[in-house]
């Protein structure tokens, strides 16, 4: 069986930790580790399967004979360095936004469009968090009964905003117990102006604004990255998408509220909790008569994505609700990474074709 020399790009950040765990607990046949990140980060020691790795300073240079690298370090670091890696020869999988949107780089969630691993350039985008836990629960409901719109509010733990953020997070919720002065510097977005207490408070902004002034970045990338894994068109028109995204106090797991139309209006509550509780990665938590549904903090840490409080909208024939929760920084980020590299491996397709997708102003 052949073996993989693997490097991780951000390895030292929550996601590139948990990179690590969930490369050392994959199906993966690894032959080397290579432990990558800033010049600040250089020299630290993290781990992997009991055995001492040092954390190197990222250079062009350093994915010289690696065959796949799992990257989570900021989109311009991978604008910056995976094209690098995929002219030696790698094929990387990339969780920041850098990509995504870019017609020559699949966009995948394992369980629903696998198949577009097998037109990759070089580097396969990983979707962003709250778009995988939607889409993984939504795909075999529009696969069995059909989709016309989807309308989904978020409730996004703040671990989705970094570390730094995390750690404000906790340092304000004991300044406000102790009745002392909050002073955020991070949320809603380091890239804003204006920063606000995220402690015992709802900020309904994720990411800067668009040019429009009524979306965030965070719901456009749901809108269109939906359109993009479901249709294979980021602005498609056979299903209707919008998003409100909010960021609350919440430390790992992000919850979404999902309102959706399917096409065949014959379809019961009953048959939609059926597909759910069969569909791949979907575990589904609805026992109301015994307040049984998902939640935060009993998600964190696992790679499924749970789903209850599936109900019909009583005003709109064909229109259900449902309550969607996963681990951001497992399913929604290194999981889902891990995932596909597996994939790759399983498939025989970690080679880089001979037209490599090599970024911009190629």
Same mark, same amino acid.
């Given at each position: ?7 991780? $790009? ?24 290579? $432990? ?60 920041? +936004? ?18 577009? $691993? ?11 968090? +709250? ?45 406000? $117990? ?110 109301t008569a015994h307040q049984i549904y998902p939640q935060s903090i009993e998600a964190e840490g696992k790679r499924e994505t749970f789903v209850g409080r599936v109900r019909p909208d009583y005003e709109n024939q064909g229109a259900f609700h449902m309550w969607v929760v996963s681990d951001n920084l497992l399913k929604g980020a290194a999981w889902n990474a891990v995932q596909i590299a597996e994939r790759l491996v399983a498939d025989d397709l970690v080679r880089v074709p001979d037209n490599p997708y090599l970024g911009f102003n190629q």
């Amino acid at each position: 069986m052949k073996e993989f020399n693997v490097a991780i $790009l951000g390895a030292t950040g929550a996601v590139g930790t948990r990179m690590i765990q969930q490369l050392a607990q994959s199906t993966i046949p690894v032959k080397s580790v290579k $432990l990558l990140a800033s010049s600040r980060s250089a020299g630290k020691v993290l781990q992997f399967k009991g055995q001492d790795i040092t954390v190197e300073e990222t250079t062009p240079d350093s994915f010289e004979g690696i065959d796949l690298v799992l990257s989570s370090a900021g989109g311009s670091t991978s604008k910056k360095f995976l094209p690098e890696a995929v002219k030696r020869g790698a094929v990387c999988v990339d969780n920041t +936004s850098a990509f995504r949107m870019e017609k020559e780089v699949p966009l995948v969630i394992p369980e629903v469009n696998e198949k577009a $691993l097998y037109r990759h350039r070089g580097i396969i985008a990983n979707p962003n968090c +709250s778009t995988i836990q939607m889409v993984v629960c939504l795909e075999p409901i529009y696969k069995k009964f059909g989709l016309k719109q989807v309308i989904v509010s978020t409730y996004q733990a703040v671990s989705g905003a970094g570390q730094s953020a995390l750690n404000e997070l906790m340092e304000e919720s004991q300044q406000v $117990l102790n009745g002392e002065p909050t002073d955020p510097k991070i949320l809603p977005t380091k890239g804003d102006k204006k920063h606000y207490q995220m402690a015992f408070n709802l900020l309904p902004q994720i990411d800067v604004f668009e040019k429009d002034g009524y979306y965030t970045h965070e719901e456009w990338k749901m809108i269109h990255e939906t359109k993009k894994i479901m249709l294979d068109d980021m602005d498609a028109k056979d299903i209707k998408v919008t998003a409100t995204c909010v960021r609350v106090p919440v430390r790992i797991a992000h919850g979404e509220t999902v309102y959706f139309e399917v096409a065949d209006e014959s379809a019961t509550t009953d048959q939609i909790k059926s597909v759910l509780a069969d569909a791949d990665g979907v575990v589904l938590q609805d026992d109301t008569a015994h307040q049984i549904y998902p939640q935060s903090i009993e998600a964190e840490g696992k790679r499924e994505t749970f789903v209850g409080r599936v109900r019909p909208d009583y005003e709109n024939q064909g229109a259900f609700h449902m309550w969607v929760v996963s681990d951001n920084l497992l399913k929604g980020a290194a999981w889902n990474a891990v995932q596909i590299a597996e994939r790759l491996v399983a498939d025989d397709l970690v080679r880089v074709p001979d037209n490599p997708y090599l970024g911009f102003n190629q």
